[in-house]
C-alpha cells in the first residue's frame, strides 16, 4: 500500500553459514569428501564458496548436482576462479602448495559476507557446522579470527624449534579451520613491523610476504602468524578438538579436549587419508567417502567406522577410538532422533 515502509528481506547471506574452501591440483575428491560431512550433520543453511581452478569447476558443479534432493536443498554453492588482488599472482601461486595462498585474500574477494568459516580440503566435521559458528558469538570486542594452536607441547613443536619469524603464542597457530569475522577483519588497521601506523588487512599482505619470504616454510599459515603476533588481541584461540590433527595422537595422545568430549573436526593433513601411515584417520575418511546418501547413519556409517577401527589398534591414534568416535555417535543421535521425531509426528494419528 502507498505510504506503507516495506521492510527489506533478510539477504540469504545472514541466513546461512558460509564455508569456504580453496581446491588444486588433485583435491576435487577430498574437498567434496569434506563438503559432504559438511552437510550430513549440519542443521542450518550452508553456503559454500569453493575457489578452484577452472579445470575443476564443470566437476564440481557435476558431482554436486549428483547429491539426493535431500541435501542439496541444505545447501547453495558458488565456484569461484583463483584470483590474487595484491601483489604478483605467480608468487602468491607458488607459496607453499599451489593456490594456498588463496585464504588470505577472502576478506577482500568475498566483500558481501560478513562471516566465514575456512578449512582446508583434508578436514571432515564429526558435528555440525553449527557448533563451531557459535563460536563467533563468544569472540570479545577485538578479537576477529578463531584458530587452534599448531601443537600443544612446545619441545616438540614445530615453531617453537624451527621457526625463523615471528609466531602466535608459544606453539603458533594452524590455519587449516580458521573461523572469521571478514567485516571486523576489512575495517581494522593492523600493527605490523613494516611501518609505524597501522594497515588494512589487503595493504599489509604483500610488503609482509616480501618481508619474510625466506623465512617462511609453510606459507599463509606462516603469514598469519606474523600478523598475529603483532595482533595477538584480535585472535580467538579454539581448543585442538576443533583441529585434531595426527599430531595430537601419533606421539601419543596430546588433545585433552578430544579426550574430554571427543573429535570436532578431524584435519588429516600429511597426505594421511591416502597412505597407510595413520589408519584411523583413514578409516573415517572413507566411511565417510563410501556412506551412501540416504542410508541410515548407524548402519551404513557408524558400524563400518568401528570395524575398520578394530584394524587400527596397534597404532599410537588406534589405541584411542573412543576420542574419534565420540562426537559423530552424539551427532547421529541427534540426528536420528530428529528425524524420528520429525516422522512420529508427520504420520501421528488418534
Not at 607453499?96 to 562471516?115: E, G, N, T
Not at 578479537?143 to 594452536?149: E, F, G, S, V, Y
Not at 609482509?208 to 600478523?227: A, V
Request: charged fraction near 25%; glycine fraction near 4%; proline fraction near 6%.
Amino acid at each position: 500500500k502507498p505510504g506503507e515502509q516495506k521492510h527489506p528481506k533478510e539477504p540469504s547471506s545472514l541466513q546461512c553459514m558460509h564455508l569456504a574452501v580453496v581446491a588444486c591440483g588433485d583435491r576435487l575428491e577430498e574437498t567434496l569428501i569434506m563438503l559432504k560431512s559438511a552437510v550430513l550433520f549440519s542443521n542450518r543453511r550452508l553456503c559454500f564458496h569453493i575457489f578452484a581452478e577452472d579445470s575443476l569447476k564443470p566437476e564440481f558443479e557435476k558431482k554436486l548436482k549428483e547429491w539426493p534432493s535431500s541435501y542439496t536443498k541444505k545447501f547453495e554453492s558458488n565456484i569461484y576462479p583463483i584470483t590474487f588482488s595484491v601483489g604478483n599472482a605467480q608468487e602468491w601461486k607458488k607459496l607453499f602448495k599451489p593456490c594456498a595462498a588463496q585464504r588470505l585474500f577472502l576478506p577482500v574477494i568475498l566483500k558481501d559476507v560478513d562471516s566465514l568459516l575456512y578449512v582446508d580440503t583434508d578436514v571432515l566435521f564429526l558435528r555440525p557446522i553449527d557448533d563451531i559458528w557459535h563460536l563467533l558469538r563468544e569472540f570479545n570486542s577485538t578479537q576477529l579470527a578463531a584458530m587452534a594452536p599448531e601443537h600443544e607441547i612446545p619441545k616438540i613443536g614445530w615453531y617453537s624449534r624451527f621457526a625463523r619469524h615471528p609466531y602466535y603464542g608459544t606453539t603458533g597457530i594452524n590455519s587449516g579451520v580458521m573461523l572469521m569475522n571478514l567485516t571486523r577483519i576489512r575495517s581494522t588497521q593492523f600493527k605490523n613491523s613494516l611501518i609505524p601506523g597501522g594497515l588494512t588487512w589487503e595493504e599489509m599482505l604483500y610488503p609482509l610476504y616480501q618481508k619474510y619470504r625466506n623465512y617462511i616454510t609453510w606459507g599463509d599459515q606462516d603469514l598469519l602468524n606474523i600478523i598475529f603476533y603483532f595482533n595477538p588481541e584480535c585472535l580467538y584461540v579454539f581448543p585442538c578438538q576443533w583441529n585434531y590433527r595426527p599430531d595430537h595422537c601419533m606421539y601419543g595422545s596430546n588433545c585433552r579436549g578430544a579426550e574430554e568430549e571427543g573429535v570436532s573436526i578431524l584435519h588429516g593433513n600429511r597426505g594421511v587419508y591416502h597412505d597407510d601411515k595413520q589408519p584411523t584417520f583413514k578409516a573415517l575418511y572413507e566411511v565417510i567417502r563410501d556412506f551412501p546418501f540416504e542410508d541410515n547413519l548407524f548402519q551404513s556409517l557408524y558400524y563400518p567406522l568401528q570395524s575398520k577401527f578394530l584394524d587400527t589398534v596397534h597404532t599410537l591414534c588406534g589405541r584411542i577410538p573412543q576420542v574419534f568416535l565420540k562426537q559423530i555417535e552424539k551427532t547421529m543421535k541427534k540426528v536420528y532422533e530428529n528425524r524420528v521425531i520429525v516422522y512420529l509426528g508427520a504420520n501421528h494419528r488418534y
